[in-house]
């Protein structure tokens, strides 16, 4: 990481403009994230993918078998600290292993469950009892984790919550009782991170065991997808949990559940990534045998320019994800050491945005992969034969996993606001240039920039605008805060992929196909832009007929050339290689 300036914040791409070189991509890798990249890929590949049928089939024993594989090669240890048994990389590692095993599936679920929100509380929120006793047997496989946070009244809105826990007598133990749902590797795990309210009021986290007295689980959840990973029910009538597997501080557990599902989000959003390749690949191989009208349903114009579309989401998708891992990194680098639990919040909590940007773009993505990916498919694609009908269905938890994308939608841009007014990020002074670059129609040559730059500008601006029409009533505006957001978003993705070609240009001399899919993701990008404004415009503009202005003239002065040939030119490269390449 020494190659990596430090000095970024939090939602500071919001407000202020990086160079390349500041910024980490999949071509920064070193050997050590190549060797377990590489460890990685082959595990998914040689060991889940030849038992497929039986893990979709639920027999999760087979799920349970190889997660204990996964721990022999370290492949949930990669976010443990060696001193209890983990290796202690960094989290470009936890990224890397997240995207070659989202490919897989249900799989890849009970493993990035376990590997993050299962494991991570007791990583920077335990005590040195609980990390020597737990840590070890997580990393390892011997032990298998859940994360216990959704009851039946309480889902996005975790906190009311009703499971209770109350002290016993001999003041030994704490009796929970309640009831929380939809609770991924409910059969075979051996630990349960539960949130209950002690005394009914005082929010609070725990490390639950399955043998523990008074803990059952309901029925296996009949599921759309993802059916070889267990959900079920996890039944608590006064359980008995010994008082030193109280995690965190008592009344605290609220902070412990959200600032671990930041990394939650960031590891969703790179298994996303590896699924969206793994469709990509199946789908140019069907494309690529299959004929009509006498060729290949390849070489169409249409299948090409689908193609070209959905390698660029994936190279933007991707290039988020590597960047936010540095930045994560950066952040997070010793806090498993740190005893002051409120600094450990504070680290994960720095990059919510980004990581927020991360899971909606990333399961986005993913969903337009597998969607685009089933109709070029035709009626096979239907048929569950083939793989994609299955990714099709399994994709669709994503955008309800680790928060909903409604809900990461109104965190970015209302978290980027608290920032703001705290004075974390130079918030004033970037409005202040945002509407200054508006009045002006000067560029410097690099066009692509001055996209990314317009996007920002516009971004700074609807936010001042809606902020000073609603005031302290901009939080009810959930349909104006998610448009302002999917703005944020869409800046993200197009800095990250400027960045990234830039970078290489730099280091090559050249770079052809990057700078192709920068083009093509810059373009769709520019034309979602282009719709959020337009349906901002009333709501925000009103009266001010010169905004307005100024804003489509900075939008209309922008313009994409050769996008179809462009897009054949990516879609046979696509061809070539049989996936997704950059």
């Given at each position: 990481?020494?190659?990596?300036?430090?000095?970024?914040?939090?939602?500071?791409?919001?407000?202020?403009?990086?160079?390349?070189?500041?910024?980490?991509?999949?071509?920064?890798?070193?050997?050590?994230?190549?060797?377990?990249?590489?460890?990685?890929?082959?595990?998914?590949?040689?060991?889940?993918?030849p038992?497929?049928?039986?893990?979709?089939?639920?027999?999760?024993?087979?799920?349970?078998?190889?997660?204990?594989?996964?721990?022999?090669?370290?492949?949930?240890?990669?976010?443990i600290?060696?001193?209890?048994?983990?290796?202690?990389?960094?989290?470009?590692?936890?990224?890397?292993?997240?995207?070659q095993?989202?490919r897989t599936?249900?799989?890849?679920?009970?493993?990035?469950?376990?590997?993050?929100?299962?494991?991570?509380?007791?990583?920077?929120?335990?005590?040195?009892?609980?990390?020597?006793?737990?840590?070890?047997?997580?990393?390892?496989?011997?032990?298998?984790?859940?994360?216990?946070?959704?009851?039946?009244?309480?889902?996005?809105?975790?906190?009311?919550?009703?499971?209770?826990?109350?002290?016993?007598?001999?003041?030994?133990?704490?009796?929970?009782?309640?009831?929380?749902?939809?609770?991924?590797?409910?059969?075979?795990?051996?630990?349960?991170?539960?949130?209950?309210?002690?005394d009914?009021?005082?929010y609070?986290?725990?490390?639950?065991e399955?043998?523990?007295?008074?803990?059952?689980?309901?029925?296996?959840?009949?599921?759309?997808?993802?059916?070889?990973?267990?959900?079920?029910?996890?039944i608590?009538?006064?359980?008995?949990?010994?008082?030193?597997?109280?995690?965190?501080?008592?009344?605290?557990?609220?902070?412990?559940?959200?600032?671990?599902?930041n990394?939650?989000?960031?590891?969703?959003?790179?298994?996303?990534?590896?699924?969206?390749?793994?469709?990509?690949?199946?789908?140019?191989?069907?494309?690529k045998e299959?004929?009509?009208?006498?060729?290949?349903?390849?070489?169409?114009?249409?299948?090409?320019?689908?193609?070209?579309?959905?390698?660029?989401?994936?190279?933007?998708?991707?290039?988020?994800?590597?960047?936010?891992?540095?930045?994560?990194?950066?952040?997070?680098?010793?806090?498993?050491?740190?005893?002051?639990?409120?600094?450990?919040?504070?680290?994960?909590?720095?990059?919510?945005?980004?990581?927020a940007?991360?899971?909606?773009y990333?399961?986005?993505?993913?969903d337009?992969?597998?969607?685009?990916?089933?109709?070029?498919?035709?009626?096979?694609?239907?048929?569950?034969?083939?793989?994609?009908?299955?990714?099709?269905r399994?994709?669709?938890i994503?955008?309800?996993?680790?928060?909903?994308?409604?809900?990461?939608?109104l965190?970015?841009?209302?978290?980027f606001?608290?920032?703001?007014?705290?004075?974390?990020?130079?918030?004033?002074?970037?409005?202040?240039?945002?509407?200054?670059?508006?009045?002006?129609?000067?560029?410097?040559?690099?066009?692509?920039?001055?996209?990314?730059?317009?996007?920002?500008?516009?971004?700074?601006?609807?936010?001042?605008?809606?902020?000073?029409?609603?005031?302290k009533?901009?939080?009810?505006?959930?349909?104006?805060?998610?448009?302002?957001?999917?703005?944020?978003?869409?800046?993200?993705?197009s800095?990250?992929?400027?960045l990234?070609?830039?970078?290489?240009?730099?280091?090559?001399?050249?770079?052809?196909?990057?700078?192709?899919?920068?083009?093509?993701?810059?373009?769709?990008?520019?034309?979602?832009?282009l719709?959020?404004?337009r349906?901002?415009?009333?709501?925000?503009?009103?009266?001010?007929?010169?905004?307005?202005?100024?804003v489509?003239?900075?939008?209309?002065?922008?313009?994409?050339?050769?996008?179809?040939?462009?897009?054949?030119?990516?879609?046979?490269?696509?061809?070539?290689?049989?996936?997704?390449?950059?």
């Open positions: 990481m020494a190659h990596i300036k430090t000095g970024n914040y939090g939602g500071s791409y919001l407000v202020n403009q990086i160079t390349a070189d500041e910024a980490f991509f999949p071509e920064d890798l070193t050997e050590e994230h190549k060797m377990i990249q590489k460890t990685a890929q082959q595990f998914s590949t040689k060991e889940v993918e038992r497929h049928k039986e893990i979709e089939a639920q027999h999760f024993d087979v799920v349970a078998d190889l997660m204990k594989q996964a721990g022999d090669l370290g492949l949930l240890a990669h976010s600290p060696e001193e209890f048994g983990g290796l202690g990389l960094d989290k470009i590692s936890k990224g890397i292993v997240g995207e095993v989202g599936g249900s799989y890849g679920v009970a493993h990035s469950n376990h590997t993050c929100i299962a494991t991570l509380p007791i990583t920077y929120y335990g005590t040195t009892e609980q990390k020597q006793k737990y840590l070890p047997k997580l990393a390892s496989g011997e032990y298998i984790g859940a994360y216990c946070l959704t009851e039946p009244d309480a889902g996005s809105d975790a906190m009311s919550g009703k499971t209770t826990a109350v002290l016993n007598n001999e003041k030994t133990h704490y009796l929970l009782n309640g009831t929380k749902i939809y609770i991924t590797n409910a059969t075979f795990s051996d630990t349960f991170i539960v949130y209950a309210k002690v009914g009021e005082h609070t986290a725990f490390i639950v399955k043998n523990f007295p008074g803990l059952k689980l309901g029925p296996e959840e009949k599921k759309m997808g993802i059916k070889g990973s267990s959900t079920r029910s996890v608590l009538e006064d359980c008995e949990v010994p008082v030193e597997n109280l995690l965190g501080e008592i009344g605290r557990g609220h902070i412990i559940a959200f600032t671990v599902l990394l939650g989000r960031f590891n969703l959003g790179s298994a996303c990534v590896g699924a969206a390749k793994y469709a990509l690949k199946e789908t140019v191989n069907h494309i299959r004929k009509q009208f006498g060729q290949a349903l390849a070489d169409f114009g249409a299948s090409k320019e689908k193609a070209a579309k959905m390698a660029a989401r994936i190279y933007a998708s991707e290039s988020m994800q590597y960047r936010t891992s540095a930045l994560l990194e950066e952040a997070l680098n010793g806090l498993d050491q740190e005893a002051d639990k409120r600094v450990v919040a504070a680290g994960l909590s720095e990059y919510a945005l980004e990581c940007a991360c899971k909606v990333g399961s986005e993505t993913l337009y992969l597998v969607d685009e990916g089933l109709q070029l498919h035709g009626g096979a694609g239907f048929i569950n034969e083939y793989r994609v009908e299955q990714m099709y399994d994709s669709r994503n955008r309800i996993f680790e928060g909903t994308n409604e809900v990461n939608r965190l970015l841009t209302g978290q606001l608290k920032k703001a007014l705290k004075g974390e990020l130079s918030y004033e002074e970037a409005v202040t240039k945002a509407f200054q670059r508006l009045e002006k129609n000067n560029y410097g040559a690099d066009k692509q920039l001055e996209l990314v730059k317009d996007f920002r500008a516009i971004y700074l601006v609807l936010v001042e605008l809606a902020r000073k029409k609603f005031g009533q901009l939080d009810a505006q959930q349909e104006i805060l998610m448009k302002l957001s999917d703005l944020a978003i869409h800046l993200f993705a800095e990250s992929v400027l990234r070609t830039k970078k290489e240009i730099d280091a090559q001399g050249e770079a052809p196909l990057k700078a192709m899919l920068m083009e093509t993701s810059l373009e769709e990008a520019f034309n979602q832009v719709i959020i404004v349906q901002l415009d009333q709501e925000l503009f009103e009266t001010k007929e010169a905004i307005r202005e100024q489509y003239t900075k939008l209309m002065s922008h313009s994409f050339a050769g996008s179809i040939n462009r897009n054949r030119d990516i879609a046979l490269n696509v061809y070539e290689k049989g996936m997704y390449s950059s």
